[in-house]
């Protein structure tokens, strides 16, 4: 008899033109293991009201994320692709587990310290956001979120969470996950050969126009020692292995204008299909993913709920 595939959850934001950076980062990884598991990718819109204030570009964002998803890879039917603000449940849940725990333990989050650090308004939603977050991952029950290591505090807040409401109500009301750390590339370079981010605007767009992609290119920073452009180079190397390239690179030793231009080449062939893709998808497809979505989600976060609701006697 064949077991059942564990759980897995995940959400995202969308922080606006994703760049290469972002897909062999975390799409790929993502879009490389969600099969393997019965999973749920959650579009985190309420996360965002922490810092944004802007409904049309709220809006935007919903719809570019999911498309940006489906263009990658994700097919909705082998997950559950739902937006948190569909369901309810979240907002419940959240607020029994702001219940449960104490400020001086919310007051040591890592990424509330960072983002107050750098000038970023303190507002409650942004304290209480690691409890928001742990009830995301206990309304489904989950057995797997996959962090970057810098997320697994995360983690660590949402077991705190579960087994501070368990201690209370019922040693098996709510599951505790456990955090899979994803093994990705690295480091992924920019055009300058730092780490690749919006923020610095070193990037080469993910569904950048073919004029982008060469524009990206072309300013890829070019001083290195010897015959072969590094950096040029390192960016190479996501595409295409050792054995391809060093002959490519042998042949066109010293010819910097020459790489950059295959370089763009590659680069179109890999990224031209997926921006095909999602140039084709609908706003009202999005829509309709969503719909489909959160009525499967629901399926599990209302037993959770109200298996909660049980437990802490309102349930009448």
């Known amino acids: 008899m064949n077991q059942p595939k564990k759980r897995l959850l995940t959400g995202l934001q969308s922080s606006g033109t994703l760049h290469i950076g972002n897909y062999f980062g975390a799409l790929k990884?993502?879009?490389?293991?969600?099969e393997q598991y019965d999973?749920?990718?959650?579009v985190a819109d309420y996360h965002a009201l922490t810092s944004l204030r802007d409904p049309v570009e709220m809006q935007a964002n919903i719809i570019s994320v999911v498309k940006d998803y489906l263009a990658v890879g994700v097919d909705p039917s082998k997950c559950i692709l739902f937006r948190q603000s569909d369901n309810q449940d979240h907002m419940e849940l959240a607020w029994v587990f702001n219940c449960m725990v104490t400020v001086p333990f919310l007051e040591q989050a890592h990424a509330y310290k960072d983002k107050v650090a750098k000038g970023l308004e303190p507002n409650a939603g942004l304290f209480t956001y690691p409890m928001l977050q742990a009830a995301d991952i206990a309304l489904y029950n989950v057995d797997i979120?996959?962090?970057g290591e810098d997320q697994r505090q995360h983690i660590e807040y949402t077991r705190e969470a579960v087994g501070k409401f368990n201690r209370a109500y019922g040693e098996h009301v709510l599951k505790e996950p456990a955090e899979q750390i994803l093994d990705t590339v690295g480091i992924v370079p920019g055009t300058d050969g730092e780490k690749m981010?919006?923020?610095k605007g070193n990037t080469i767009p993910l569904f950048g126009t073919t004029e982008e992609i060469e524009k990206a290119v072309m300013g890829i920073v070019t001083d290195s020692d010897g015959d072969q452009p590094e950096n040029v180079y390192a960016i190479h190397r996501l595409l295409k292995s050792v054995a391809e390239l060093d002959p490519i690179y042998e042949v066109n030793k010293g010819r910097y204008g020459d790489l950059k231009k295959i370089l763009v080449s590659d680069l179109e062939d890999f990224i031209a299909p997926m921006r095909a893709r999602r140039d084709a998808i609908?706003?009202?497809q999005v829509k309709e993913v969503l719909v489909d979505g959160v009525k499967r989600a629901k399926v599990t976060s209302n037993k959770t709920i109200n298996q909660v609701r049980t437990a802490i006697g309102i349930n009448l």
């Not at 990884?29 to 969600?34: D, H, I, K, N, Q």
């Not at 999973?39 to 959650?42: E, H, K, Q, R, V």
């Open 145 to 147: 979120v996959p962090v």
């Open 282 to 284: 609908t706003d009202e």
């Open 29 to 34: 990884p993502f879009v490389e293991m969600y």
């Open 197 to 199: 981010s919006k923020s």
């Open 39 to 42: 999973s749920y990718l959650m």
